[in-house]
């Protein structure tokens, strides 16, 4: 058994102590920072963690009940068998939170994070997260290279490499995801996607998608221009999504590779002006590759085929993909 070193800014639960493993009783000194000063999101969650350490509790199993009106920090490789509920929670690497973690606030974790389940208005995660089901974040969530999940549904999002989310992942604004992400669907007002994005379903991007080479999708639904490498499996392109949407005039659809493999692609232009294709050299021929159509399905007539245009790439829209900071976890 342990002495908890407790404060009133933090604290473990003072109603019955943690049971803690036998494989090592330490603390580890880790610095919080202030997090009215370091989110950077002009949230203010009440008053500053002082910026001295305080102990974390480390290399244990946690068997205490918690309580939403506290705040937790602990150390690594901590095992908590009972669901988490907490004001917010900050931990080390390899936690593992068996029943779910559920914080009000924040959650903020070092590599190797696990959880059945993850509900939180903040989130920020190292690699290699593991969640089993669904991630619920209400504001912002970053995390790491090798991020895993059921679920996610949030507001913005930034992953590292080789995400994958077995079901749905919605984002009310933003959604980014760097190489090799892989998802059932995926729903979000605006779309960057790194190489090799693998999508089995659709892509609803209402404001515009951008995703770098090796792409793939069932089909993509868009009001904004699409920017795209190399295409590997793509069956639909829709400029509107449904015909109550108001008309957008003109439309791009810029294409960094020629390299598309699907035979024919149907896109469905919905009430647009004019749509203008971007490619490397600028070629009709790319044109072959593509099936217009109105939005209602109907063959695109030809007076309407004249406005549709291949240009070679403008210079303003070559743009390379760049994997996103972690700002949670700089």
Known sequence: MITLNTHNTFKLPVRQN????????????????????????????????????????????????????EKYRVGDNVRVPKEVNTLYLIAGNNFNGEKGVNACTLVKAGDGFKAQS????????????????????????EAGANFKAGYFEGDDAKLGNNADIKGAAKAAFSFTAGDGFKVRSLEAGEAFLGNNADIKGEVDAYFGLTAGHGFKADSIVTRGDITLGSIERLNR???NKNTNDPPIMDRKLIL???????????????????????????????????????????????AKKKYITVTPI?????????EPKRGLLD
């Open 256 to 302: 960094k590779s020629e390299n598309i493999t699907p035979e024919k692609i149907k896109v469905y232009l919905g009430g647009m002006n004019s749509l203008e294709i971007q490619t490397p050299t600028g070629n009709a021929d790319i044109l072959d590759k593509f099936e217009f159509f109105t939005y209602s399905g109907e063959e695109l007539p030809l």
């Open 118 to 141: 993850l509900r939180a208005f903040q989130v920020g995660l190292g690699n290699n997260a593991d969640i089993k089901y669904e991630v619920i974040s209400k504001f912002a969530f």
């Open 314 to 322: 403008h210079e303003k829209s070559e743009e390379k993909y760049v």
């Open 18 to 69: 943690p049971v803690v493993s036998n494989k090592a009783q330490q603390h580890n000194q880790m610095e919080l920072p202030n997090y009215r000063q370091n989110v950077g999101f002009g949230i203010n969650f009440g008053a500053p963690i002082r910026k001295s350490y305080e102990e974390g509790i480390s290399n244990c199993t946690l068997m205490c009940d918690w309580d939403f009106d």
């Open 237 to 239: 392109i829709r400029m």
